[in-house]
C-alpha cells in the first residue's frame, strides 16, 4: 500500500533491553514525526524529521531514545536499556510538506504503530 | 500540562442523529485544528481540518465548528452512521513542529 508502514506491530522486550522500531513514510514525504501514545491517552509528541534533519527532539523522555532518518526516509527510534514505562504504542506520522511552511491543509498520516510491552 | 482537552471520554448515540464531539484548548498560539478518527489497531486518520482564520469547515456528513475567543472546537457528525464508531482525536498546531493531542473521546453509534 501507499500508506506509512510500520514495524514490528508488536515487540515484547525484557527490562533492560535495546529495541528498534522502524517507519516507512509515505514515499515524498517531508516531514516525519514519531508519536508516543499511553493508553487511554492521545497520542504525545516525542521528534520530528525534515528530511534528514532532526529539529525537533524535545518530546523524547530520556537520553535512552534516540531517533534517526538518515537518508530522509526511513526513519528508526531506538529506546536502549528499555523500561516498564515506555510501554505504549508508538506511533510515526509523515506529512508532504515541511511542517514550518504548512498553511493548515496538509495533515499527518499515521502508521498502524508498534506496540512496545517491556517486562 | 494538557494544553487540548477532550472532557468526554465516551459518546454514545442513535443512528441517524447527529453526534457531538467536543474539544477545548489552552494555547491560544495554536492556529491549526484536526480531528482524528482510530479504530482499534490502527493509526489515527486524518477526518477534517480547519485553520484559525474559519469559523466553520464542511465535508459532507462532518463538520467543524472553531470559536476562537473561547477556545473551543466541536466536531458534528450528521447522520451519525454505526461506521463511525470510534475514537475521535481532536489535535491541535501552532506551526512549531508539534501538534497537541486530546486524549480522544470514544464514539458510539448505536443501530
Known amino acids: 500500500g501507499a500508506g506509512v508502514s510500520q514495524s514490528p506491530r508488536y515487540k515484547v522486550a525484557k527490562r533492560g533491553q535495546d529495541v528498534a522500531l522502524r517507519c516507512d513514510p509515505i514515499s515524498g514525504h517531508v516531514s516525519l514525526f514519531w508519536y508516543q501514545q499511553a493508553l487511554g491517552q492521545g497520542p504525545e509528541f516525542l521528534t520530528y524529521f525534515q528530511n534528514e534533519a532532526q529539529l525537533d527532539k524535545s518530546g523524547l523522555p530520556s537520553d535512552r531514545f534516540f531517533a534517526e532518518r538518515p537518508e530522509g526516509s526511513v526513519s528508526t527510534l531506538k529506546i536502549q536499556r528499555t523500561q516498564q514505562e515506555d510501554s505504549a504504542v508508538y506511533l510515526c506520522?509523515?506529512?508532504?510538506?515541511?511542517?514550518?511552511?504548512?498553511?493548515?491543509?496538509?495533515?499527518?498520516?499515521f502508521g498502524n504503530g508498534t506496540r512496545l510491552t517491556v517486562t | 500540562d494538557q494544553q487540548v482537552k477532550q472532557n468526554s471520554p465516551s459518546l454514545s448515540v442513535q443512528e441517524g442523529r447527529i453526534s457531538i464531539l467536543n474539544c477545548d484548548y489552552t494555547n491560544s498560539m495554536f492556529d491549526y485544528f484536526l480531528w482524528y478518527k482510530k479504530y482499534p489497531a490502527e493509526g489515527p486518520t486524518f477526518l477534517i481540518s480547519?485553520?484559525?482564520?474559519?469559523d466553520k469547515n464542511e465535508d459532507g456528513r462532518f463538520t467543524v465548528f472553531l470559536n476562537k475567543s473561547a477556545k473551543h472546537l466541536s466536531l458534528h457528525i450528521v447522520p451519525s452512521q454505526p461506521g463511525d464508531s470510534a475514537v475521535y482525536f481532536c489535535a491541535a498546531s501552532d506551526n512549531n513542529n508539534d501538534m497537541r493531542f486530546g486524549a480522544g473521546t470514544r464514539l458510539t453509534v448505536k443501530p
Open positions: 506520522a509523515s506529512s508532504l510538506v515541511s511542517w514550518d511552511s504548512m498553511e493548515g491543509n496538509s495533515p499527518l498520516h
Open positions: 480547519i485553520s484559525s482564520i474559519k
